[in-house]
């Protein structure tokens, strides 16, 4: 099945810096990537996403980027604020594009 | 994005009550339904998958007749955990999957339920 790892686990960055959390993901034929944001005590809340047939994909301050190839995929959060503080999970979809996979998530935290 | 709603949000019990949690996909139609444990500052640890009118297919080492799952419809989904006990408290999110009103193929989460058996 397939195996999701994340890094860095935590993410301490001061406001106004960039955000980069990565991913890896071991099936070659997922084609879903999705990214939660979760504050604490709250739902996971889906922030982005991108599929396979595009290599990036930006919403304003947030974009995310996919090598298929390399089978990795990254989230960029470019000036940030202290209310993007919060843990964030990768997912992968499966062979059959019915379930996801977690990573283990990246708490960050914004020092204003 | 589509809105999943999740009830209770909140339940303490005692031990040996059985408690049962809701999932339901308000604004859309909802082909699969996830249920999840999350543990304090850990992942999303997938307890179950299931589809509307089917038997739910449950991960490794979660024992079916603990937590039972009834996917009865294309918008509701339960969780009940029987006979709980204290090593059962633990924060439960619903999760649904399907096409949203853009007619894309998103997985959507419950605001959860933090159960805490005493």
């Known amino acids: 099945g397939e195996n999701v790892e994340q890094h860095p686990s935590t993410l301490s960055v001061q406001e106004g810096d960039s955000a980069v959390i990565k991913c890896t993901y071991s099936?070659?034929?997922?084609?879903?990537f999705p990214w939660y944001k979760q504050e604490l005590g709250k739902r996971p809340q889906l922030i982005i996403d991108?599929?396979?047939?595009?290599g990036e994909k930006k919403d304003q301050r947030i974009a995310v980027t996919l090598n298929k190839t390399a089978k990795h995929f990254s989230l960029h959060i470019t000036e940030t604020q202290p209310e993007d503080s919060a843990v964030y999970f990768c997912?992968?979809?499966?062979?059959?594009?019915?379930?996801?996979?977690f990573g283990g998530g990246t708490r960050l935290m914004v020092k204003p | 994005g589509a809105v999943v709603s999740q009830h209770p949000s909140w339940v303490i019990c005692k031990s040996g009550t059985s408690v049962k949690i809701e999932c339901r996909s308000l604004?859309?139609?909802?082909?699969?339904m996830f249920w999840y444990r999350q543990f304090p500052k850990q992942s999303l640890m997938l307890m179950a998958t299931?589809?509307?009118?089917?038997?739910?297919?449950?991960e490794q080492g979660v024992e079916k007749d603990k937590f039972l799952i009834n996917h009865a419809s294309l918008t509701l989904s339960t969780l009940t955990v029987t006979s709980a006990h204290p090593e059962d408290s633990s924060f439960y999110i619903c999760?649904?999957?399907?096409?949203?009103?853009?007619?894309?193929?998103?997985?959507?989460f419950g605001p959860g339920t933090r159960l805490t058996v005493l």
């Open positions: 999760s649904a999957r399907g096409l949203d009103r853009f007619y894309t193929d998103t997985q959507y």
């Open positions: 099936d070659s034929a997922s084609n879903y």
């Open positions: 991108i599929r396979s047939n595009v």
């Open positions: 997912a992968g979809d499966n062979n059959a594009g019915n379930m996801l996979t």
């Open positions: 604004d859309f139609q909802a082909t699969t």
């Open positions: 299931s589809n509307e009118g089917s038997k739910a297919t449950y």
